[in-house]
């Protein structure tokens, strides 16, 4: 750590663990509902249980990427944040609001919730992932504007790196899409559409960007690769990104009443999506390949390199998967979208998120350059756990999937909804399980920050000489 | 190492290189949709293909070829260290550029004039489509060329070192490549 302000990020990332948590338990009971449907009902409904473990991924996420701007944008700059007060101020409001919005949907009734916060002023609530009263939406503004001058008004006085530029497009992005999530028009095809650019061009468009600034961090500072190679690289792949990205939100408009050219646009861009995130694979292992010396935070690396993998089969290979219209036109919000949802997730932003907090966590609690090899090795447990137990919920929500478009969609003799859920409950009780995994990976991964802090720090062994 | 530096392959930055076969896999997928597409309503195609202005889509084929031309040329003048010819040649394939811009306009404000739009059926869809994902990717190359421009104006090359001027030339030859095919594809071929 090189910037006393860059502290700050370090409430951030333990807030974002915290919430992990909370996501991966709500996951859980839905995950049991699958299974027992009336599994702590009515104290816990499915569908605020979904609300719960949906809202909580998307505000871990973006407590993880807000602490990630707030330690490598100091640091790229060369200049310490122009106000970190203000940092610390908005995390305490932006923990507050997002805790009382959880514990809205727990204690009150969904409609009440909306009464009580006078959503009939300015109605935003009820769609997808924007269930926020328009209060909670009103304050991610105020804080995502506090967050964009603090980190752009850095950047500004200071150095201005193709890391910093790449992530402040994303993160402005970021803030100007969520606008739509104001724009509620009454006709519900306007009314989705508008939301998909909240929804997909978040997580296919500005994020990605996110995502590749921060991985371009973390692996200039772990492989000591020259700037200019990995800048040359994040320039291709963002471009990659926004070309196939933004007309890609097509693929969300096959059927919902827009007009016929969006499933050939649709299609054909988004079957490319995949290409961005195959460069970041490629450009991931390369740059360790090339790699100048061996950064003692083999953690860390592990991490990076997971998530270009893992970016790449979650989203990429997984999405493609059901992108083309044709195929759409069968798996459409089947199981088939709950495993590729999982995987991209997780592997695109949770990962990156993993893969920050790793190598900055060790700096921030005072170490030089990486935790002790004991607290290392129990980390990579939890990267390993997690990652196998989220590979075996995407295969078997995948074959849940295939099962459920055949049996209800495909087939001579299409089955009810309800038929064949009970039909392909076994890969319910096969996900169950594997999340049980992924909790205990979880648990590690935590462990990992509290075991062998009295250790010396790992060492890297044998300096690589620059090929 | 300045021998060397004209046999290197491939000329201009590798990156480059991967985002030319990106691009020009995009495209292949569009072109086979394309054609794919035909087959099932050739008669639609043939007709409306017909209120096409092959004469102006010649010009500019005629005007994306030459400025090809005036980039190889640019290349050719940073090899023997002439920035300022270097300079010049980029600027006429950037005024080729141009043309092919206008001329393109015209034609689109004549369809749109006459109500046209990608939802008027599958032929114009497609043929909205194509040329003006390309004509965004004419608009790039030009950004493209003009920043190297202004870098060899400014003496960033020379003959040694003039990646910049061979990665600008490469991307700008895709663009024109894919309306080598585009030209026949769309407005040609019965």
């Known amino acids: 750590m090189k910037y006393q302000s860059q502290k700050v990020a370090k409430l951030y990332f333990i807030a974002a663990i915290g919430l992990f948590v ?36 998307i505000v871990w996420l973006l407590f993880g990427f807000m602490g990630a701007a707030y330690y490598l944008v100091p640091e790229e700059a060369e200049t310490d944040l122009v106000m970190p007060w203000l940092a610390t101020l908005m995390f305490w409001i932006f923990l507050a609001a997002g805790a009382a919005t959880i514990l809205g949907y727990l204690l009150v009734p969904y409609s009440s919730l909306a009464e009580l916060t006078q959503n009939d002023l300015l109605p935003t609530m009820g769609r997808e992932f924007l269930e926020q009263p328009t209060i909670t939406k009103l304050g991610i503004v105020v804080v995502a504007l506090a967050f964009l001058a603090n980190i752009g008004l850095t950047i500004l006085k200071g150095r201005k790196t193709v890391i910093n530029l790449v992530l402040l497009m994303g993160l402005a992005g970021l803030a100007v899409f969520f ?80 007009p016929e050219f969006w499933q050939w646009w649709g299609s054909i861009f988004s079957a490319m999506e995949p290409i961005p995130f195959f460069m970041m694979t490629v450009f991931a292992f390369n740059m360790v390949n090339k790699r100048r010396r061996n950064h003692p935070n083999k953690a860390a690396v592990l991490w990076a390199l997971g998530t270009a993998v893992m970016a790449f089969l979650g989203a990429g290979v997984w999405g493609f998967l059901h992108t083309l219209a044709p195929v759409n036109y069968y798996t ?98 096969l996900r169950e399980l594997t999340g049980l995994v992924f909790l205990a990976g979880l648990i590690v991964y935590i462990a990992s920050s509290f075991v062998g802090s009295n250790e010396p720090e790992a060492t890297a062994e044998g300096e690589v000489v620059a090929s | 190492m300045t021998g060397m530096e004209k046999n290197r392959w491939p000329p201009g930055d590798l990156v480059i290189w991967i985002f ?171």
């Open chain 1, 179 to 258: 606008l739509f999530s104001f724009f509620n028009p009454v006709n519900i095809v306007w009314d989705k559409y508008y939301w998909w650019w909240v929804v997909h061009l978040w997580v296919e468009g500005v994020w990605e960007l996110i995502l590749g600034s921060i991985l371009a961090f973390i692996l200039i500072k772990t492989t000591g690769v020259d700037r200019e190679v990995i800048e040359k690289w994040l320039y291709v792949i963002i471009a990659m990104t926004l070309i196939t990205g933004i007309v890609g939100t097509g693929h969300h408009y096959y059927w919902i009443g827009t």
């Open chain 1, 22 to 57: 909370g996501q991966i338990l709500f996951g859980l009971i839905i995950g049991a509902q699958y299974i027992w449907g009336d599994f702590l009902f009515p104290e816990i409904p499915f569908n605020v249980a979904r609300m719960v473990h949906t809202n909580l991924l």
């Open chain 2, 20 to 190: 030319i076969m990106a691009e020009l896999l995009v495209f292949g997928v569009f072109f086979a949709a394309y054609a794919f597409t035909r087959t099932n309503h050739v008669e639609l195609f043939n007709t409306y293909q017909l209120t096409l202005d092959r004469n102006a889509a010649l010009i500019n084929t005629v005007a994306l070829i030459t400025s090809s031309y005036f980039v190889v040329r640019a290349v050719a003048a940073i090899r023997v260290d002439d920035s300022r010819r270097c300079f010049h040649w980029l600027l006429a394939a950037l005024a080729m550029g141009l043309l092919f811009l206008v001329v393109k306009g015209a034609e689109y404000h004549h369809h749109f004039s006459q109500g046209i739009n990608l939802n008027t059926n599958t032929f114009y869809m497609f043929y909205l489509s194509l040329t003006f994902f390309h004509f965004l990717h004419v608009i790039l190359g030009m950004i493209i060329l003009l920043a190297v421009a202004l870098k060899a104006r400014s003496g960033g090359y020379s003959a040694a070192e003039h990646t910049g001027v061979e990665t600008g030339a490469s991307y700008w030859h895709m663009v024109d490549l894919v309306w080598m095919v585009l030209f026949p594809l769309v407005y040609v071929m019965r």
């Open chain 1, 332 to 429: 459409h919000g089947t199981q088939i979208t709950a495993a590729h949802g999982h995987m991209a997730f997780y592997g695109a932003y949770v990962m990156i998120n993993l893969a920050i907090i790793s190598y900055a966590m060790p700096l921030l609690r005072g170490r030089e350059a990486a935790n002790s090899n004991k607290s290392q090795v129990l980390e990579m447990w939890g990267f390993w756990l997690m990652t196998i137990s989220i590979i075996f919920i995407t295969l078997f929500l995948t074959a849940a999937g295939i099962l459920q478009v055949y049996l209800q969609r495909f087939s001579d003799s299409p089955m009810p909804f309800m038929v064949v859920q009970e039909k392909i409950e076994l890969f319910y009780v």
